[in-house]
């Protein structure tokens, strides 16, 4: 039917005429209620975006020398991360004179990255960048 008639049609019943199907041939129209289509459009749209899984970027801070058992808590933490579905950024802070020793960075991350081979593949390799030492994993 022409867009005249169906616009006529519309007003006799009080409602809109709505083109739901633009990129068809021939366009398609439906005689709705405007406002109720945009209600129902949105909540549409907000339970697709209730059903996402929203993953996220964990930080793990250590430092050079950490104790052995600091170093479990994290190594504990890091792999709830990884468990839960987020990526996880791990950096290794030097200050002072610790970058005299960068080697012990890049061993505690070597251990990181045996402690936690099951769980997690590396993104990114380990890398100085200023001060810090940064590792990246994700979720295998």
Not at 27 to 49: M, N, Q, T, W
């Amino acid at each position: 039917m022409s867009r005249n008639e169906g616009l006529e049609l519309a007003e006799k019943e009080n409602l809109d005429l709505v083109e739901v199907a633009p990129d068809a041939d021939p366009p398609v129209c439906r005689i709705i209620d405007y406002g109720k289509f945009k209600y129902a459009l949105g909540k549409k749209e907000k339970s697709g975006k209730k059903k996402q899984k929203n993953t996220g970027m964990k930080e793990v801070k250590l430092r050079p020398n950490i104790g052995d058992h600091d170093y479990d808590f994290k190594v504990k933490n890091l792999c709830k991360f990884l468990g839960d579905g987020n990526q996880v950024k791990v950096t290794v802070m030097f200050r002072g004179r610790e970058m005299r020793y960068v080697d012990l960075g890049r061993k505690l991350l070597d251990r990181i990255i045996k402690d936690s081979e099951g769980l997690g593949k590396i993104t990114k390799m380990p890398k100085l960048e200023g001060r810090n030492m940064i590792l990246v994993l994700m979720p295998k």
